[in-house]
């Protein structure tokens, strides 16, 4: 396991959400996994908030599993937001061993991926 933080990019939230007609910004990353040998990956995320004709409607959505091809993810991140945060109090492991310290976080991305 690494940690991996993106960039901050040139865009406000609020910009973000305007450009979207049917989304959810999610928020809360509670766990994840991946798959390196085929780029898989997963999350499970506390929230989302709907979006729709650009604007968020009040309707909230829990727990929200992201799944993907991480270069489909990745190659589909059209903007990045000026700010970001990282969180640093994880862990990864195999059940009772190899526990490493992880951090997430970064700045919110606008891509898109598969929810459930």
């Given at each position: 396991?690494?940690?991996?933080?993106?960039?901050?990019?040139?865009?406000?939230?609020?910009?973000m959400i305007a450009?979207?007609?049917?989304?959810?910004?999610?928020?809360?990353?509670?766990?994840?996994?991946?798959?390196?040998?085929?780029?898989?990956?997963?999350?499970?995320?506390?929230?989302?908030?709907?979006?729709?004709?650009?604007?968020?409607?009040?309707?909230?959505?829990?727990?929200?599993?992201?799944?993907?091809?991480?270069?489909?993810?990745?190659?589909?991140?059209?903007?990045?937001?000026?700010?970001?945060?990282?969180?640093?109090?994880?862990?990864?492991?195999?059940?009772?061993?190899?526990?490493v310290k992880v951090?997430?976080?970064?700045?919110?991305?606008?891509?898109?991926?598969?929810l459930g």
């Open positions: 396991m690494t940690n991996t933080v993106f960039d901050s990019g040139d865009s406000t939230l609020e910009e450009s979207v007609k049917h989304g959810y910004l999610l928020e809360g990353m509670d766990s994840g996994m991946e798959d390196p040998k085929h780029w898989g990956i997963q999350c499970i995320i506390s929230r989302g908030y709907e979006i729709r004709d650009g604007a968020l409607t009040g309707e909230v959505v829990a727990p929200v599993v992201m799944t993907g091809y991480v270069p489909d993810l990745l190659g589909a991140v059209s903007m990045a937001s000026r700010d970001r945060r990282v969180d640093g109090n994880g862990a990864c492991g195999k059940g009772y061993k190899e526990w951090a997430d976080g970064g700045p919110y991305l606008k891509t898109k991926a598969r």
